[in-house]
């Protein structure tokens, strides 16, 4: 499963500055501290990176990030949840969508409640607000309120 997984982000030619394929030099050495450091380096750049496409609603950097982050999710589990939605969204995205609803498809999954430059957010969370913000006020209206 690897091995195709492999092959198949290493097709779009995204990941090539990574590494994958080959040894990597930090694996080897038994230093654990180092290996740690890199490991949480890389999540951090990672969320980072993810953090600024989002909020600038980069949608052309969508699909890179993702495949990045499918290589972190699969080693992490295979039976993620978030592997697999990721998985689903980069198979629509180049294979199943037409370019004018693969354009839907990654500026639907953004948000810009407030307006201006760098505020967008995901749509996920606008819903999960949402839906937060009315468990809220059926809460406040007392026992045996549905």
């Not at 038994?30 to 990176?49: F, G, T």
Request: glycine share 6%; net charge negative; hydrophobic share 40%.
């Amino acid at each position: 499963m690897y091995n195709i997984l492999e092959e198949f982000i290493s097709h779009f030619g995204y990941l090539q500055s990574v590494g994958i394929g080959h040894e990597n030099k930090l694996s080897n050495t038994n230093d654990s501290v180092l290996n740690y450091c890199c490991n949480v380096c890389h999540w951090v750049l990672l969320l980072l990176n993810f953090q600024y496409v989002v909020n600038e609603g980069d949608v052309i950097r969508v699909i890179p990030t993702l495949m990045y982050c499918l290589l972190f999710l699969f080693l992490h589990s295979r039976l993620s949840k978030y592997f697999e939605d990721c998985l689903d969204v980069m198979l629509k995205c180049e294979y199943m969508l037409s370019p004018m609803d693969r354009m839907r498809e990654l500026e639907g999954a953004l948000a810009n409640l407030r307006g201006g430059m760098g505020s967008n957010i995901e749509s996920d969370l606008v819903q999960k607000n949402y839906v937060r913000n009315q468990k809220d006020l059926t809460r406040s209206l007392g026992a045996n309120t549905t």
